[in-house]
């Protein structure tokens, strides 16, 4: 009889055992929910180097953060720009640059100055933006260059380029760099004559 009753106790021991387990480790697998996606604790300005942008256009080509800020670059010879910093880290390059007029959007996109990204992919039928997910180039209708000498014999140029992991969609870098080339051609740096 004593054999019979240790018997049943040896089988029940696995059975019990089991939804005990089961039970330790479903508090766990709680743990490993997926984290929120980190937040943008920052306005996003409606300003972007000097020339007004909706927010909306340029929010979604900035990271998460706190902190926003605007650091100018240093001016070279046809060449002026500007860092957007989030959380003291470059997040976004913003130039207007200066060039023969026989320069392309995909001569600027592979420059320096152009943040060397490949833009070909996605360019307009009339070849005046280019972009992809980290930028785009456009040809800036600039009508009276506050420098009346590059009326004739310069394109302006306008550059974004998206720093880090970050990757906008497509669709939203190729209106962010419509919206920013339209905006520094009304600006007076391009229309000296109204300013």
């Not at 909306?56 to 953060?65: I, K």
């Not at 550059?159 to 919206?179: H, N, P, Q, R």
């Amino acid at each position: 009889m004593k054999s019979f009753k240790r018997a049943v106790q040896q089988r029940m021991k696995p059975a019990f055992m089991l939804p005990v387990a089961a039970l330790l480790v479903l508090p766990t697998s709680a743990c490993t929910a997926p984290e929120p996606e980190a937040a943008k604790s920052y306005t996003v300005p409606n300003v972007l180097c000097d020339n007004p942008i909706e927010p909306n256009l340029l929010e979604p080509a900035l990271p998460p953060g706190r902190k926003i800020s605007t650091k100018e670059e240093t001016k070279l010879i046809g060449v002026e720009g500007c860092h957007i910093l989030v959380d003291g880290v470059s997040a976004l390059s913003v130039r207007k640059v200066w060039r023969e007029s026989s320069t392309t959007v995909l001569d600027v996109s592979s420059l320096w100055y152009g943040g060397g990204i490949r833009l070909d992919s996605k360019l307009t039928k009339d070849r005046r933006y280019a972009w992809s997910t980290k930028g785009g180039v456009a040809r800036v209708h600039c009508p009276e260059p506050k420098d009346p000498k590059r009326k004739h014999d310069y394109t302006l140029f306008a550059t974004i380029v998206i720093f880090g992991d970050l990757k906008a969609k497509e669709s939203e870098t190729k209106k962010l760099i419509t919206a920013y080339a339209t905006s520094v051609g009304k600006s007076a740096g391009c229309n000296a004559s109204k300013s």
